[in-house]
């Protein structure tokens, strides 16, 4: 019976497959497509430049050595570039490699075979002129789980991180969307999935990325004509991380090319994180279909540290540092930096850097002299939550009575005024402010903002709560 194309190649793989992990196989041997047969050439088709040329780096070895068990010495392979639909309104794109060039002869160097292609590799991580195309995790393994304290705050987001990293792509939390505030955690809980799913998985391929960084190598490869390798490179990895996803809006180009990355993802089992400074029902300029996916798997908030996490969170990074503290001290810094880890953390850098410098001991008055200065320079971010506590304790009622139902004036304007100083003080959207202040919707804190403006004009004795209330809320 005459060999065929097909028959060859299918003869190839099994020889392949013997020969490598499963997941190479998959990745790079099942998309190839035999087409043609002629006396001692076999013509493949490959999907995208990208995918010949790893093929070229990492597997001429196997190749020749297949090829020429089935065809003989003189075996030569040819591959035919053909780049699918993968964008709506993309066209196919075939690029033919002559035999000349490609061609695998017992008489030719296995290990430096003739080449014509381009040195530029698609690798969106290599930098020009370096032949390495390894992808490496981008990952910093200083933020792993043991540096991530667990405290009410953060305790559902750091769990469910866990079952991702011990499981990738085999839980229900895919995507895994950890939301919050400036500096409470979101990047080092992500890149701590990361460390760990590489910890238990070696094999695996681990990738974090910027949402701004990923928008910047699209556009890059839409400019060099080459974007079908920069989806290809992102199908190709077990778990992409994507930070700060809210850089997206707008962009309608770049949210096209992710949901098409997202998806082959989801569907092939592989594992998707994403960090957010919203929720998904909070963000703005994405499209439908994007924020639908990321309400597939779980979103977990992270919150604003409780007194007892601050607290650990201090004496952890001292034990880190090797510093030792009075306990009065520590408990001094748990409760004048409320609202922010990372300003908790560099406020404890602080401190230690003028003792060693100064050569003078950790007190307590060194210790008020530099928190005063660190929140004054940093602009302390306040919260919703802290403002709806402020104006409840001014006008002496509790939070929930705040958020009732009820419509007596007092309590209205209570709450107009929490409502008001959250749009005022905040980078929250109408439709959260609402959301946390007695589930109201976005056209009700709009409509509190424009009474407070106009009763702060007209009536002496609101424009005094008004003030009152911003130097409590600014002190």
Known sequence: MASTAASVWENCLLFIKDNINPQAYKTWFEPIKPVKLTETALSIQVPSRFFYEWLEEHYIKLLKTALT????????????????????????????????????????????PVRSKSPELKNPFIIPGIRNVKIESQLNPSYNFDSFLEGDSNRLARSAGMAVANKPGGTSFNPLLIFGGVGLGKTHLAHAIGVGIKENYPDKTALYISAEKFTQQYIESVRKNNRNDFIHFYQIVDVLIVDDIQFFAGKASTQDVFFHIFNHLHQNGKQVILTSDKKPVDMQDIEQRLLS??????????????????????????????VEMDDDIIHYLADNIKTNIRELEGAIISLIAHSSFNRKDITIDLARKIVENYVKNTKREISIDQIQQVVSDYFQMDVETLQSKTRKRH???????????????????????????????????????????NLASTDKQFNKYVEDLSKKLTN
Not at 73 to 85: C, F, H, P, Q, V
Not at 306 to 317: A, F, L, P, Q
């Open 69 to 112: 068990r089935e065809l003989g010495e003189g075996a030569k392979l040819i591959y035919a570039i053909k780049m699918e639909n993968t964008l709506k309104g993309m066209e196919p794109f075939t690029e033919k490699i002559p035999s000349s060039n490609r061609s695998i002869q017992s008489s030719q160097s296995v290990d430096a």
């Open 293 to 322: 996916r990321f309400k597939w798997g779980l979103s977990a908030e992270l919150n604003h540290p409780d007194y007892e996490t601050r607290v650990s969170i201090i004496k952890n990074k001292l034990y880190r540092d090797g």
């Open 411 to 453: 309590i209205v304007q209570a709450r107009q005024l929490a409502m008001y100083f959250s749009k005022k003080m905040t980078k929250a959207s109408l439709a959260s402010i609402g959301s946390q202040i007695g589930k109201r919707d976005h056209a009700t804190v709009l409509h509190a903002c424009k009474t407070v403006d």
